[in-house]
């Protein structure tokens, strides 16, 4: 395992439809981060787990947005009813302890028409 | 006021030359700074991070650090045009609990 791996790369979706991404994070690393970015835009943080607890959201994160961190190991991010302005990078990023850099995954480019 | 600030660019240097990118931070009490590098299309990839006031050098990049400007530079040696990328700067908030992005400087270096 030498990476943060995303899946899928790439999601077309109709607007109003649910989507759902999966994120395995470095097999050692007890913390997990959900970040969005746009065209020309920094990451935006969305959430974060360490080991299984969802410890902090976003007020970005609407009530469409759930994430979930089933036995601490890998994430999956839902996205329900579909808009948009939806459409956007879902980056990945796992770290080892609190305070530590970033490691990101390939991320998963969502596109709602 | 952004929590981090950044110029986005481009910011064009010729090949050799010095690249410096600049970065501001808002929360006082920030204890951790990073760069990371993104290319078009690409996931940010860390290359530096620096915890304390002063220089830190790691082959052809310097992180600068200075708490009481509340600033955070990158300097990038003899830039080469596999150099040109968007350099994010990241701040880790008080209570170390995650990475607040600036939205990043647009680097391009000329052959």
């Known amino acids: 395992d030498t990476g943060v791996s995303q899946n899928p790369r790439h999601k077309i979706t109709k607007r109003g439809q649910n989507v759902t991404f999966r994120c395995d994070p470095i097999?050692?690393?007890?913390?997990l981060y959900w970040y969005r970015q746009t065209l020309g835009q920094g990451p935006e943080f969305l959430t974060y787990?360490?080991?299984?607890?969802?410890?902090?959201k976003s007020r970005l994160l609407s009530d469409r947005f759930s994430a979930e961190r089933p036995k601490g190991s890998f994430s999956t991010l839902e996205i329900q009813r579909t808009e948009q302005g939806d459409s956007a990078m879902y980056l990945c990023a796992s770290s080892l302890q609190q305070g530590a850099g970033y490691t990101f995954g390939s991320g998963t480019r969502l596109t709602v028409v | 006021q952004k929590e981090v600030e950044q110029n986005s660019g481009p910011l064009s240097v010729p090949e050799g030359a010095i690249a410096s990118l600049n970065c501001t931070y808002s929360d006082r009490g920030s204890q951790s700074f990073f760069w990371y590098r993104q290319y078009s299309g690409k996931s940010p990839e860390l290359i530096m991070f620096i915890y304390s006031n002063g220089d830190k050098e790691d082959g052809r990049f310097t992180a600068q650090l200075n708490k009481a400007s509340q600033y955070v530079s990158l300097l990038i040696r003899d830039s080469q045009p596999s150099d040109s990328a968007t350099y994010l700067c990241?701040?880790?908030?008080?209570?170390?609990?995650?990475?607040?992005f600036g939205t990043g400087t647009r680097l391009l270096v000329s052959p």
């Open positions: 097999s050692e690393h007890n913390r």
């Open positions: 787990f360490q080991n299984e607890a969802q410890l902090e």
């Open positions: 990241a701040v880790m908030n008080t209570g170390f609990q995650k990475l607040v």
